[in-house]
């Protein structure tokens, strides 16, 4: 980054042709060096010892393109890469899949603030089944303890400990909310977070280069980020495991509650909602006139957090 | 030292890295303590990139510390240099045009502090490829940052050419030829505001942080730059009259002057008007404001920072308002430490930490620079330091060496 | 020269001007595409979830619900497999209990404690007399243990209602495929059905190292 580098680059002098040509034999004897490492580490990577096919797995993968972009082939190598990367670093056997949406399917979320009683069975489900990571105690799922007469979570207890449910208190939960009109995916400057078509915001953990805009933005405070690799012990990880959702994140890169896409996209509840031991989660396909979601939107009172900032989200909080 | 320039472009780089590297020995032991830090900052940096950010006193919560308040607050500074090319090019001002190209230097090296700052601050420095459009993928026009990317490089581009091809001229000997640099010094005033307006918007385009979210950041942010930068150009000019012979008239000061106390004044208006928002009708959303100056639920880390800030912000543009000295070179460095001091602090983690506090589900947590963030800080400082050094030292050199074999007062036009 | 630096100073100024209105514009959020209340409101066609199970059937016991939900029909998890000592009949029959301290030794894990003060139920409200084998309402109708809700819907109306629709109690594992759902027992105890209090699964750090 010195003056003189600086200067390198610049075009406007007398000697330009002459700089010009010694510039491109430099550029074509550095792609020729390149293009021998990688072919050298292609090659390594195939074969030879585990460490040069770590390093072989690992090269391709920094090369690939933004998920979006890949062919169905493409996509399968790279579920098959991590697969064997997992193998190789941490012993585990993976089933990593890259199922796409259903169509006609939206997943909309509600929530019963009369039911919830505080007890967390969520939370930790949500910890199970995401590998999220335990050093740091990552959540995507929140529980606020609230006292009557107020919606707003600043005036409530995140970090309770105690026996639940307390009297005259209520419980709401938050997570991301999959918003229609998500302010992470407008504020995200390589196209790392979109939303699929079946309604679930995800992010390409590969993709992302982890400059922390979309946590910014982020009103509902949905999204996380890996301030270091994440530790999860290896008994404890979830091998059914999704390329969006739950495959173990690295350092570096954002993450969020992804509705369990590998549970979720084989018509299985999220771990949240499959846990709750009270009912108070409910979830289904809003494009389903006959689900459950859609009869909560048609007899219950419903209202969204933070409504007015037009997000739009997909996850509705209800009471009896 | 030779006397006459040797041809060709390569002459030139020499030419100026010789002359960089050449100086007393208060400057050598000046280039020495600048290269401790910028070690120190390397070092620090490689334990970043092992380790992750999570070395720095960063959370979910405030995830944005140091690294971008001072990357606000340098891109300001560069901002400013307009401040200068404005009067010295538009305006045909002599003095300032003697100067012009100091400020430019300022611009380069606090713009190369910014794109540093921003490297440290990535969680995947190495995949910034994934930002260019063609082999990656470019969110433009929906992502802000997208468009700060863009500016900020384009200025870059402009601010080093521009003075670059000048020198070049003058390394010569001979005038530089007006239709080549001039379209792009009337670019970079225009590019100098959309810089600053841009990174304003950054911030300012976030419904979620409240305490962002109004409209008057961006106009804000231009004040307090035309205020601060200026404040650092006259440090530089002040450092040079004090330890160069490259002659410094004091109407350039007292023309330096009347551009910051304005800025100033405009700023501190603006500050009140914010102020009286947030504290006249007391909503939730003024909780941000009320961490920053009061402190919320016993964190109270900023609130001596903030009041510190304001009071030398004030104490600058007074000093500055009613100077008695007449451009006395001491008090105006004090003036303009004082200045530049209360709105780094208020412009940079004055403004990006109470944003994120409290969080959007309402949770409050105090920020704290683990030690490791603030050697890298201090790097990048040292290194934008080190670049403006390189930058002006040769440039003085060869204005000074066009002076006298012209034999007139004024450099080249 | 000034003349022509003058006029590139305008039209400079101008395209900026106009770039960064253009900034302002094309960067905000585009209304172009429908909110999820249109997407709704457009999505009026059945949906067949049974293509999207791809995984196995639920392991557990059910029946087929004796009324019909929004979608048709729907099966709910049998209760006679989780009582231990079913069929009652096997004591209870014609002939009394002549068992020294029998409620101690078969029901004393039954807490009595359902209704509020003067309102707390007895065993007979809910229990028939004639047939242990077999719940009864208020007008002497006999309603078999696998369809509780038939009974407990007769006070508890609002809930069965909402339990029928699915915005109270749970679906069981699946959110397509065949609709499985908990009946009212699953979750709560006929003789005490408050949920109880108790200790949170795990908690949440506070967010500042």
Same mark, same amino acid.
């Given at each position: 980054?010195?003056?003189?580098?600086?200067k390198? &680059?610049?075009m406007?002098?007398?000697?330009?042709?002459?700089?010009?040509s010694?510039r491109r034999?430099?550029?074509?004897k550095m792609? %020729?060096a390149a293009?021998?490492g990688?072919?050298?580490?292609v090659? &390594?990577g195939c074969?030879?010892?585990?460490a040069?096919?770590?390093?072989?797995?690992?090269w391709?993968?920094y090369?690939?393109k933004h998920?979006r972009?890949?062919t169905?082939?493409?996509k399968?190598?790279?579920?098959?890469?991590l697969?064997r990367?997992?193998?190789?670093?941490?012993g585990i056997?993976?089933?990593m899949?890259d199922?796409g949406?259903?169509?006609q399917v939206l997943f909309g979320?509600?929530f019963n %603030?009369?039911?919830?009683?505080?007890y967390m069975d969520c939370?930790?489900a949500?910890?199970?089944?995401?590998?999220?990571d335990?050093?740091?105690?990552t959540?995507?799922?929140r529980i606020?303890e609230m006292d009557?007469?107020?919606?707003d979570?600043?005036?409530g207890?995140g970090?309770?400990h105690?026996?639940?449910?307390?009297k005259n208190k209520?419980?709401?939960?938050v997570?991301?909310f999959?918003?229609?009109n998500?302010?992470c995916?407008?504020?995200?400057p390589?196209?790392a977070?979109?939303?699929e078509?079946?309604? %679930?915001v995800?992010?390409d953990?590969?993709?992302?280069? &982890?400059c922390?805009y979309c946590?910014?933005?982020?009103?509902?405070w949905?999204?996380?980020f890996?301030?270091?690799?994440p530790?999860v012990?290896?008994?404890?990880?979830?091998?059914k495991?999704?390329?969006? &959702?739950?495959?173990?994140?690295?350092k570096?890169?954002?993450?969020?509650?992804?509705?369990c %896409?590998?549970?979720t996209?084989?018509?299985?509840?999220?771990?949240?909602?499959?846990a709750?031991p009270?009912?108070?989660r409910?979830?289904?396909n809003?494009l389903?006139?006959?689900?459950?979601?859609?009869?909560v939107?048609?007899n219950k009172?419903?209202f969204?957090f933070k409504?007015d900032?037009?997000?739009?989200?997909?996850?509705?909080?209800?009471m009896? | 030292?030779t006397t006459?320039p040797?041809?060709? =472009?390569?002459a =030139?780089i020499s @030419?100026c890295?010789?002359?960089?590297l050449?100086?007393?020995?208060g400057?050598?032991?000046y280039?020495?303590?600048?290269?401790?830090?910028?070690?120190?900052?390397?070092?620090?940096?490689?334990?970043q990139?092992?380790?992750?950010?999570?070395?720095?006193?960063?959370? @979910?919560i405030?995830?944005?510390?140091?690294y971008i308040?001072n990357?606000?607050?340098?891109?300001?500074v560069?901002?400013?240099?307009v401040?200068?090319?404005?009067?010295?090019y538009?305006l045909?001002d002599k003095d300032l045009?003697?100067?012009v190209?100091?400020?430019?230097? #300022?611009?380069?090296?606090?713009l190369?502090?910014?794109?540093?700052f921003?490297?440290v @601050?990535m969680?995947?420095?190495?995949k910034v490829w994934?930002m260019i459009?063609?082999?990656?993928?470019f969110?433009?026009?929906s992502?802000i940052l997208?468009?700060?990317v863009?500016v900020?490089?384009?200025?870059l581009?402009?601010?080093?050419?521009?003075?670059?091809?000048?020198l070049?001229?003058?390394?010569?000997?001979?005038?530089?030829v007006g239709w080549k640099?001039?379209?792009?010094v009337?670019?970079s005033?225009f590019?100098a505001v959309?810089?600053?307006?841009?990174?304003?918007?950054l911030y300012?385009g976030l419904?979620?942080?409240p305490?962002?979210?109004?409209?008057l950041?961006?106009p804000r942010?231009?004040a307090?730059?035309?205020?601060?930068g200026?404040?650092v150009?006259?440090?530089?000019?002040?450092?040079?009259k004090?330890?160069?012979?490259?002659?410094i008239d004091?109407?350039?000061?007292?023309k330096l002057?009347?551009i910051?106390?304005?800025?100033?004044?405009?700023?501190l #208006?603006m500050?009140?008007?914010?102020?009286?928002?947030?504290?006249?009708?007391?909503t939730h959303?003024?909780?941000?404001a009320q961490y920053?100056f009061f402190?919320l639920?016993g964190?109270d880390?900023?609130?001596?920072?903030?009041?510190?800030?304001i009071s030398?912000?004030?104490l600058g543009?007074?000093?500055?308002a =009613?100077?008695p000295?007449?451009?006395?070179?001491?008090?105006?460095?004090?003036?303009?430490?004082?200045?530049?001091?209360?709105i780094?602090?208020?412009k940079g983690?004055g403004?990006?930490?109470?944003?994120?506090v409290?969080?959007?589900l309402?949770? #409050?947590?105090?920020?704290?620079?683990?030690i490791?963030?603030i050697?890298?800080? #201090?790097g990048i400082l040292?290194a934008?330091? =080190?670049v403006?050094?390189?930058?002006?030292?040769p440039?003085?050199v060869?204005?000074?060496?066009l002076?006298e074999?012209a034999?007139?007062?004024?450099?080249g036009? | 020269m000034?003349k022509?630096?003058y006029v590139t100073?305008?039209f400079?100024?101008?395209l900026a001007?106009?770039?960064?209105?253009?900034?302002a514009?094309t960067a905000?959020?585009?209304p172009?595409?429908e909110s999820?209340k249109?997407?709704i409101?457009?999505a009026?066609?059945?949906?067949d979830s049974m293509k999207?199970?791809?995984a196995?059937p639920?392991?557990v016991?059910?029946?087929?619900? !004796?009324?019909?939900?929004?979608g048709?029909g729907f099966?709910?998890?049998?209760?006679?497999?989780?009582i231990?000592r079913?069929?009652?009949?096997v004591?209870?029959n014609?002939?009394?209990?002549k068992?020294?301290?029998g409620?101690l030794?078969?029901?004393?894990d039954?807490?009595?404690?359902?209704?509020?003060?003067r309102?707390m139920?007895?065993?007979?409200?809910?229990h028939?007399?004639q047939?242990?084998?077999?719940l009864?309402?208020k007008e002497? !109708?006999?309603?078999?243990f696998?369809?509780?809700?038939?009974?407990c819907?007769?006070?508890?109306f609002?809930?069965k209602?909402d339990w029928?629709?699915?915005a109270?109690?749970?679906?069981?594992?699946y959110w397509?495929?065949?609709r499985?759902? !908990?009946?009212?027992?699953?979750?709560h105890s006929?003789h005490?059905?408050a949920?109880?209090?108790?200790m949170p699964a795990?908690y949440?750090?506070p967010?500042?190292e």
């Open positions: 980054m010195d003056s003189s580098k600086k390198e &680059g610049r406007q002098t007398e000697d330009m042709a002459e700089k010009k010694s034999d430099f550029i074509k792609s %020729i293009a021998a990688s072919a050298g580490l090659v &390594g074969s030879g010892t585990p040069s096919e770590k390093m072989g797995l690992k391709q993968e090369f690939k998920y972009l890949m169905q082939e493409e399968d190598a790279t579920v098959t890469r697969e990367l997992a193998k190789l670093e941490r056997d993976v089933q899949s199922q949406p259903h169509e979320y509600a %603030i009369s039911r919830c009683k505080g939370v930790e949500c910890v199970q089944e995401n590998n999220l335990r050093r740091g105690k959540q995507y799922v606020f009557p007469g107020q919606l979570p600043t005036a207890d970090q309770y105690h026996e639940v449910p307390v209520f419980y709401m939960g997570q991301c999959h918003c229609e998500a302010p995916i407008k504020a995200c390589t196209k977070t979109w939303r078509p079946d309604g %679930i995800v992010i953990y590969d993709w992302c280069i &982890g922390r946590l910014a933005a982020c009103p509902y949905g999204r996380r890996n301030w270091g690799d530790e012990p290896n008994e404890e990880i979830n091998l495991q999704h390329y969006l &959702g739950n495959r173990m994140r690295m570096g890169v954002m993450e969020k509650c992804t509705f %896409i590998q549970r996209r084989q018509g299985k509840l999220p771990a949240c909602a499959d709750c009270t009912g108070s409910v979830f289904g809003l389903d006139p006959d689900s459950e979601i859609r009869f939107l048609a009172k419903v969204r409504e900032l037009g997000t739009d989200p997909k996850f509705w909080y209800f009896d | 030292m006459t040797r041809k060709g =472009f390569a =030139f @030419d890295m010789r002359w960089s050449t100086g007393g020995i400057y050598k032991l280039l020495v303590v600048l290269f401790g830090l910028i070690g120190a900052g390397i070092y620090a940096y490689s334990q990139f092992q380790y992750g950010l999570r070395i720095t006193g960063m959370s @979910d405030v995830s944005w510390g140091l308040s990357f606000t607050f340098f891109v300001g560069a901002a400013a240099a401040m200068l090319i404005l009067p010295a538009i045909k045009h003697q100067v190209i100091i400020g430019e230097g #300022v611009a380069v090296g606090a190369i502090m910014c794109l540093l921003i490297t @601050d969680g995947g420095p190495l994934h459009p063609g082999i990656g993928l969110n433009w026009p992502s997208t468009w700060d863009l900020l490089n384009g200025y581009a402009l601010n080093s050419m521009v003075p670059l091809y000048i070049y001229c003058n390394y010569h000997g001979r005038k530089p640099y001039k379209p792009f009337f670019l005033i590019w959309s810089i600053h307006m841009t990174t304003a918007f300012q419904p979620a942080r305490f962002w979210n109004n409209p950041l961006g942010f231009l307090s730059a035309f205020a601060a200026p404040a150009i006259m440090m530089v000019l002040i450092v040079i004090e330890s160069t012979s490259y002659p004091t109407n350039i000061f007292k002057k009347r910051i106390v304005v800025s100033a004044i405009v700023n #208006v500050l009140f008007s914010e102020v009286f928002k947030e504290f006249y009708s007391f959303h003024s909780l941000s920053l402190g639920e964190h880390s900023l609130v001596p920072w903030i009041w510190t800030a030398l912000n004030i543009t007074l000093l500055f =009613f100077d000295t007449k451009c006395n070179p001491k008090y105006l460095m004090a003036a303009a430490i004082s200045l530049f001091t209360g780094w602090i208020e983690f403004l990006i930490i109470p944003g994120f409290p969080s959007p309402g949770e #409050v947590v105090d920020y704290t620079p683990s490791l963030e050697m890298i800080t #201090v040292a934008g330091a =080190f403006v050094t390189m930058l002006i030292k440039a003085l060869i204005e000074m060496r002076r074999q034999g007139t007062a004024g450099g036009e | 000034s022509v630096s100073g305008l400079l100024g101008a001007t106009v770039v960064m209105m253009n900034q514009a905000s959020g585009s172009g595409s999820v249109d997407k409101e457009h009026t066609e059945p949906f999207v199970t791809t196995y639920l392991p016991k059910t029946v087929e619900a !004796r009324e019909q939900y929004q048709g099966k709910v998890l049998a209760r006679k497999d989780q231990t079913f069929r009652c009949s004591c209870h014609d002939k009394p209990v068992v020294q301290n409620v030794f078969t029901h004393s039954i807490q009595l404690n359902h209704g509020l003060g309102n139920l007895t065993c007979n409200e809910c028939s007399i047939d242990r084998d077999f009864v309402d002497g !109708r006999k309603i078999d696998d369809h509780s809700y038939q009974l819907g007769k006070c508890h609002r809930q209602r029928l629709g699915g109270h109690g749970k679906r069981e594992t397509a495929g065949e499985v759902v !908990r009946n009212c027992t699953s979750c006929p005490s059905p949920f109880p209090t108790k795990t949440s750090l967010l500042d």
